[in-house]
């Protein structure tokens, strides 16, 4: 049997290579193009015949897979409604954002509720993890608790103590004694990973990945790592912000963009049950360039506050500056305004801001984002008792988004009474408001400011 060469593989896409390149031909990366070893020969031919496997057809009725709460409603939230057996789970987040605390205190509160619950660091001496523990008051729980890197170890020790539950911290620090490269390399964490995963559908053990993440923020080493286990949740947050926010970016087993919201305080991470009421926290005074957005983030609405800030700019290119939005979209925005409306931005510094640290994504931002520059830029607050979201299209007009009857009802429900949304939008379920419809952006600033 002859031996088989290295191989090249991009470590962004996974595309393979047969020699090493600057750029990746799949997905355009430079440097990430990576010299590997190959996991072994491999046969030259199949040889004998397998089995049959056992086939149904797609009228097959099967039980929801049975899920373990750990009791912490936000982490319940993400997961798709709790912990499913046999599941292989890819949390990553920035350094110091809080995701080993998270995970001991999920560990806790799983063991409290008498899951057997092992969590492997590979990256802290077991000392360390204890004095974590001490800190979070979390001793009384019955964690197993261990400190290695060896992942033949690791799986002997997982094989004979059969838990509910493994978190392994990090993935980026195991390594297989058969692949001759450093821990952390993309053939070591793409092997890591397989074997760990393997190992939870053979045995049924839930096994927690941690994840680091590049300057990017994207989960560090191949992506075929998130292709290979059912859920990735990311951890976000700014270090100068005490909020934390838990992401479902991919689930099997829920909904995906589910998000939980947590609180960092002296004693750990403390779970928020009302988002909207944290992120709309000291808004008793109207403000200039302050608009109420209505959005939706998973399965739940959540109300976040957008603040704007337009002032005469003293550079010859004026600063556009935007923290928890879509930079394009608002430059979009701006092009429309200018287009449509006939209100220039020309000269003027904007600057952009999502209150709480939230990041918001959806195109239902829109008119909020609108509403918040033309404030700004007017110095006329928008009613603070009003919430907005419309999607803005090219021509001005505004289109309706999903969800509006739940996002009228989140209003409502904090105590908002007037709305302003798109026109042909849903709003039989909304009590309590008063709506007003808009077919297109000339007419919201006519309404809202008096111009158009």
């Known amino acids: 049997m002859s031996k088989a060469s290295n191989s090249f593989t991009c470590s962004a896409c996974g595309a393979s290579h047969r020699k090493w390149a600057g750029k990746c031909d799949a997905c355009g990366g430079w440097n990430t193009i990576v010299e590997e070893a190959p996991l072994s020969t491999g ?19 099967e039980p929801a897979p049975p899920r373990a709460s750990s009791g912490i409603d936000e982490l319940d939230r993400v997961l798709g409604g709790g912990l499913v057996p046999a599941s292989a789970i890819l949390v990553g987040g920035d350094p110091g954002i809080g995701k080993s605390t998270l995970l001991l205190q999920a560990a806790a509160s799983f063991a409290r509720k008498g899951l057997k619950c092992l969590y492997i660091s590979g990256e802290e001496a077991a000392a360390q993890v204890r004095m974590r523990a001490q800190r979070l008051g979390l001793t009384d729980a019955r964690v197993r608790l261990g400190a290695e890197t060896n992942l033949r170890d690791i799986l002997t020790t997982l094989d004979a103590e059969r838990p509910a539950l493994a978190i392994i911290d990090s993935i980026q620090t195991m390594w297989l004694d058969q692949i001759e490269a450093a821990p952390g390399s993309v053939s070591q964490v793409r092997a890591a990973a397989h074997e760990l995963v393997t190992f939870a559908k053979r045995k049924g053990v839930a096994v927690v990945l941690v994840g680091h993440v590049t300057k990017d923020g994207q989960i560090a080493g191949p992506r075929v790592v998130e292709h290979m286990v059912d859920t990735v949740l990311y951890f976000e947050g700014e270090r100068g912000h005490q909020f934390r926010i838990l992401r479902a970016v991919k689930n099997r087993f829920g909904p995906a963009d589910e998000i939980g919201v947590f609180e960092m305080t002296g004693g750990g991470l403390a779970q928020v049950p009302n988002p909207s009421a944290l992120f709309l926290a000291n808004r008793d005074q109207p403000a200039p360039g302050s608009a109420v957005f209505a959005g939706i983030e998973g399965t739940r609405p959540v109300l976040t506050e957008i603040q704007a800030l337009v002032a005469p700019s003293t550079l010859a290119s004026p600063r556009r500056t935007v923290v928890g939005l879509d930079s394009g979209r608002v430059s979009t925005i701006l092009a429309v305004l200018e287009a449509r409306c006939g209100i220039p ?29 033309l404030s700004a ?53 909304a009590t309590g408001l008063t709506v007003r419809q808009m077919p297109d952006l000339t007419a919201f600033v006519g309404e809202m400011f008096g111009a158009g």
Do not use: C, W
Not at 45 to 60: C, E, F, N
């Open 43 to 61: 046969p030259k031919s199949l040889g004998a015949k397998g089995r049959p496997i056992p086939l149904s057809d797609l009228a097959t009725e």
């Open 345 to 373: 931005f020309t000269g003027l510094d904007v600057f952009l801001n999502v209150a709480g640290g939230l990041r918001v994504s959806e195109p239902a931002s829109d008119l909020a984002v609108a509403g918040a520059l």
């Open 377 to 429: 830029r007017e110095d006329v607050a928008i009613p603070p008792d009003m919430v907005l979201f419309g999607e803005i299209s090219l021509s001005g007009a505004l289109r309706p988004v999903g969800q509006t009857e739940n996002r009228l009802k989140e209003a409502s429900k904090l105590g908002f009474s007037q709305a302003t949304v798109p026109s042909h939008s849903k709003i039989e379920g």
